[in-house]
């Protein structure tokens, strides 16, 4: 935390205590804000401007208002362009909750929560997407750092297939973006790779798989550079297939031995390409080549086992896998996101690495947002939020038909259904693949930018 300068106002003294607390130095000062009565810790956070999250409000930094381009003292960090200027200009900020869309605060800032009630599970990165709320101002960044990264997906694609050379410092940058829009708020990413369109299956498996490595990266607590790197080898993990035979990867029915032997090639072929490019480094280059080994020894090219296969290589082994099961193909229907974990779990120590499979269940939990839903009443629904704390009981949006299109309708809180006095309380009834009745989790996703809604 950056030290507070000299010089505060006899104005500010009441928050320099305020910001005493921030820092840990609470000795017994209780900052009693008289007018709305109550302390002012409680609606205001000095923070160092890396801390800051969208939505979050700033009221005041260290540097004069007069000497910045904001017209008004006080500004709604919507944009990530906002939050690299105060980083830029600013030591430390102060951010009013009250004004804030976002009330997000750092754990320093929470009461202390007796111990026992899963505190120490929920504040865990593995239940990031527990904390991080889907709504109007945080989809609509997603849903630009997503198309940003469909485009970059298709340009890849039509690289590939013109056998051209391949943009990839373009496609890192663009997977940096997403990175940085994943450390801010992964759920409404992770809400978008709901979006399952049969057509486009090769460039959204690609955007998935490098949505969610970054998102399970994010929440194993990797490093800034690992989070990075397994998003680009997410989103290149198939590239070899480009060398593959078109005939054989369209090919509807079962393949034959030497079919299958030329696909398993599409590993190899992929690390070679990317070897060739002194710009992209060695664990993307090997998490592509082994992201089919298997931790039996029964997986390919090399038919590694154990430790010996990368860690990298793993993770990208089974969000390949669950992002698959959960799409249409040619060959296996869709599964629910219920199915597709259970298929994970029954495979791992054979198929896939067993500490990942368990990870990627406590990350997406078993209501992850986006997933549809029917609830007892009949009613389809989809899930906005799911703080581990509801358990099975999240926060979901009614489903209603307007002709061949789907709207979201009410909000219902599940878990404050529970509590009522009802012998059949509103519940989850079944869980749904993507995509169940042509319902579209990008068009909701745009009628949810669009409508104002609550933080
Ligand atoms: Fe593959």
Not at 14 to 28: L, S, W, Y
Not at 302 to 328: E, K
Not at 338 to 345: D, R, V, Y
Request: aromatic share 6%.
């Amino acid at each position: 935390m950056a030290k507070s300068p000299s010089g505060w106002s006899a104005g500010w003294g009441i928050k320099k205590r305020a910001c005493d607390r921030a820092n840990g130095n609470i000795g017994g000062l209780m900052d009693w804000d008289e007018f709305s009565n109550r302390p002012v810790w409680e609606y205001e956070l000095k923070l160092e401007p890396s801390e800051l999250k969208l939505g979050h409000f700033v009221r005041k930094m260290n540097r004069p208002w007069q000497e910045t381009d904001f017209p008004l003292q006080g500004v709604l960090v919507d944009s990530l362009e906002i939050k690299r200027w105060f980083q830029e200009h600013c030591s430390w900020v102060i951010v009013d909750l009250d004004r804030s869309p976002n009330k997000y605060r750092p754990a320093r800032y929470r009461a202390p929560q007796p111990s026992g009630n899963g505190e120490a599970e929920d504040s865990h990165a593995i239940q990031i997407l527990r904390r991080s709320p889907i709504n109007q101002l945080t989809l609509t960044r997603a849903i630009n750092e997503y198309q940003r990264l469909d485009r970059q997906a298709e340009e890849l694609i039509k690289q590939i297939e013109l056998s051209g050379p391949m943009d990839v410092p373009t496609a890192a940058r663009t997977v940096d973006h997403v990175a940085e829009a994943m450390e801010e708020n992964p759920a409404a990413l992770v809400w978008l790779t709901r979006i399952k369109r049969q057509d486009r299956y090769t460039a959204q498996h690609c955007i998935n798989v490098a949505i969610l490595c970054m998102g399970l990266a994010v929440g194993l607590e990797w490093s800034r550079k690992e989070i990075r790197e397994v998003g680009l080898a997410g989103l290149l993990h198939d590239l070899g297939k480009v060398k593959v035979d078109g005939e054989i990867l369209r090919k509807p029915g079962r393949l034959t031995v030497t079919e299958f032997n030329e696909v398993k090639e599409h590993c190899r072929y992929g690390y070679e390409m990317l070897l060739e490019d002194e710009l992209v480094s060695r664990n993307v280059a090997e998490a592509v080549l082994c992201h089919h080994e298997q931790p039996d020894g029964k997986g390919y090219p090399q038919g590694l086992t154990g430790a010996a296969i990368p860690p990298m290589a793993r993770l990208v082994a089974v969000v390949d896998a669950y992002d698959a099961i959960t799409s249409n193909r040619s060959y296996d229907p869709a599964r629910s996101h219920h199915e597709a974990l259970g298929i994970l779990w029954k495979r791992r120590g054979a198929q896939f690495d067993t500490h990942t499979v368990e990870s990627l269940i406590r990350f997406m939990g078993w209501v992850t947002p986006g997933t549809l839903v029917v609830l007892n009443t009949g009613q389809l629904a989809v899930v906005l939020e799911s703080p581990s704390q509801r358990g099975l009981r999240p926060l979901v949006a009614l489903l209603t038909r307007n002709g061949e299109d789907w709207e979201l309708g009410l909000s219902v809180d599940l878990d404050s259904e529970e509590s009522k006095q009802s012998t059949r309380p509103l519940g989850i009834e079944q869980v749904l693949p993507d995509g169940h009745q042509g319902i579209d989790i990008g068009k909701l996703s745009e009628q949810m930018a669009a409508a104002r809604a609550g933080p």
